[in-house]
Structure formats: structure tokens, C-alpha cells
């Protein structure tokens, strides 16, 4: 009853015209500084509500004040908010394919072309849009975060020193990855980082370089870096009430996936930018950067070769699934595909780079039937 009243308040809201359009809600559970707070949504929202002359306007609720991450995509299907930002590290029972994924980013490179391959996949394959729907959400653009590195409250530069220390870890890969230097992984979300590396609960964590500077502001706690890249986070950047989307209907959401190519484009384009700043920032306020050595180095090629070969037969087997191998092909495939394709253009042009994800994404997508 819920849903359908629910429905039926979008309906009439978008028939009213502007002047009298509902304010939806979208959630995320990250600071306001952070770049898929500050970059992703708030631009994006204004996008939306331009886009839409008003009709569509969402209140952004940040730093989990609606709702915590590991509830994010219950509350979306639950219409507690219409929109928000899900990482799939917190929901691997719920998402397991999309949890796959985010675990073979252990092995990814480059940002950017990960990030256009997890938006292509989720809006063309069948199977990670019907764990989507299944939750009572539409799954639009994919996000990857700069590659991993390791911070902590000590100088860890090889095997010996990992060993025993308690590391934030998101995800399968990574879990597995840090026991297999002999440490601790430990599971806590994002916003409790700081707190915990200040009070000693966790020595380290892995996160992108830009958590140094915005969001976490991680440079304020940390004392060192160790420039080993770990892969990559996935998450989907912008999932939706499947009522919603159904309701807005299909001149709105058109709109919003035109807004969206943009929007994807311009995370990406900040991720990239935010590193190098952050890195000298956190030299300059005398954190110590750690090259690691050939120990560290030989123990991260080797269980890199393990992941693509033996994750999606343990998916299937773990999270009681159909054979997951398609779907982590396509991804895979999709990531060769997009590598290519940004070496023709100027990644940093906002422009260049929004007009390639929309000819090769979202102006394929079908707004009449899409996410019904």
C-alpha cells in the first residue's frame, strides 16, 4: 500500500508542473567534502532539477543522516529515499553479482575505464539488473575510486612489518588479500576511518589517495603512505526507487539519463585530478610516503593472478548463484574496451569525456522501457 500511495504522489506531483513538484530524497552516506558528495550529487541535483524545469528536485541528505550505508539499498526499495549512492562491499548477500565485481577491481589499473565498464554493465546486463529490481531499485551509472593504497600509523614498507596489524578492509578481495600478508582485516564503514585509526582499533587502511585531503580528511590522522596500488572500490553512484523511475516517465527519464552521462564523466575526471593534490598535500604536512619493497610487491602479483581465475566459481558456490562467469566477462571485456577508448580522447576534458559515455552508454539506453 505503501509503494502505491507512494506512486501515485509522483504522478500527480510531476503532472502539477514545477511550481508544485514534490522535494524528493537522495542519500548518501559520505561527507558533504567528499568527491561523490561534493562532485557526484550536488552538482548532479542541480543538473536534475534544471533538466526537469523543477519538476524533479531531490534534498540531499549526507554523511549517513538517513540512512547508514548497509541500509542504503533497502531504504531506496522501500521508497524511504528515491534516490542514493550504493557500494556493493556493504551488500555482497543482497548484490552478489555486483559484489563480484567489486572484487575483480582488485586487479584494475585505471580508474576511469573501470568506471565507464560497471556503468555500461549494470545498465546492459541482464542478470545485475535483475538483482537490482529485485530489491525494488534501477541501477544507473557505476563509480570507481583512484587506486588503493595503503595508510597507517606506522612505516610499513615490506611483508614483516604487515604482519599482525589490523587493516580497514571493503570487500572479499581485499579481506582475503590483507590475511594473506598475515594481518587483520576489519570490516567498519567508511565514516568510522578516522575515529577508529585515532583511538587504535584499526593501524591502517586501504582507501584512495584523494581520502587524504577531501571527506575522511585522513591526513589529519595518518603518519604514513606505502605506494602499493591495491586496486580499485566500485560502488553504483546513482540507484533509484524502481516506482520512482517508473512514474517519472519516459520524457524525465531521458533526462536524467543525458544528465548522467555528465555526471560520470565529471567524478572520474575529479577523482583523477584529486590525487596528485592530495599526495603533495600530505608531503608537505610531513606524512611520511614509503615505497614498498620486492616482498610486498611479489605477494600482490601473486594473489592478483588468483582473483579472476577462482573468484566467480566461489560466488557461485558462497552466494548461491548461477555460474557468474558471463557477467565477470563482460565486465573484464568492457574494461579492455573503455582502455582503448580513452586513449583517443583528453581524459581531463569534461566535455570530451561526457560525449564519449554518452555515444557509447547512455544514448543507447531505452527510456521507454528501461528499469520497467
Known sequence: MRKILTATAVSLALMTGAARADKYQATTWLAPSHILTSVGYVPFLADVKAATNGKIDFELYSSGSLVP???????????????????????????????????????????????????ETVLTNKRIKDEFAKHGTVALAGYSTPTYLMLCMRDVRDLNAVKGLKIRTAGTAQNEWVASLGAIPVAVTAADVYSGLERGSIDC????????????????????????????????????????????????????????????????I???????????????????IN???????????????????????????????????????????????????????????????AKLVADEIFSKVDEKSFGL
Open 69 to 119: 550505508a548497509q541500509t542504503t539499498l533497502g531504504a531506496l526499495g522501500d521508497n524511504v529515499a528515491q534516490l542514493g549512492l550504493v557500494a556493493t562491499s556493504y551488500t555482497p548477500s543482497e548484490l552478489p553479482l555486483s559484489g563480484l565485481i567489486n572484487d575483480l577491481a582488485f586487479v584494475a589499473k585505471n580508474d576511469m575505464a573501470t568506471a565507464f565498464a560497471l556503468t
Open 205 to 268: 587502511t586501504l582507501t584512495d589517495p584523494t581520502s587524504l585531503e577531501t571527506g575522511l580528511k585522513l591526513w589529519e590522522v595518518v603518519k604514513t603512505i606505502t605506494m602499493l596500488e591495491q586496486g580499485t572500490s566500485l560502488g553504483v553512484t546513482y540507484v533509484y526507487n524502481k516506482d520512482f523511475w517508473s512514474n517519472i516517465g519516459p520524457e524525465n527519464r531521458r533526462k536524467l539519463l543525458d544528465v548522467t552521462a555528465r555526471s560520470v564523466a565529471r567524478v572520474q
Open 270 to 288: 575529479a577523482y583523477s585530478q584529486a590525487v596528485s593534490k592530495a599526495l603533495k598535500g600530505s608531503q608537505e604536512r610531513g606524512l611520511k
Open 291 to 353: 615505497e614498498p619493497d620486492a616482498s610486498l610487491v611479489e605477494a600482490l602479483a601473486k594473489f592478483r593472478a588468483n582473483v579472476v581465475d577462482t573468484y566467480p566459481g566461489r560466488t557461485a558456490k558462497e552466494r548461491r548463484v548461477q555460474d557468474p562467469t558471463d557477467v565477470a566477462k563482460q565486465f573484464l571485456d568492457l574494461q579492455a574496451k573503455w582502455t582503448k577508448l580513452l586513449e583517443g580522447i583528453d581524459a581531463n576534458n569534461e566535455d570530451a569525456v
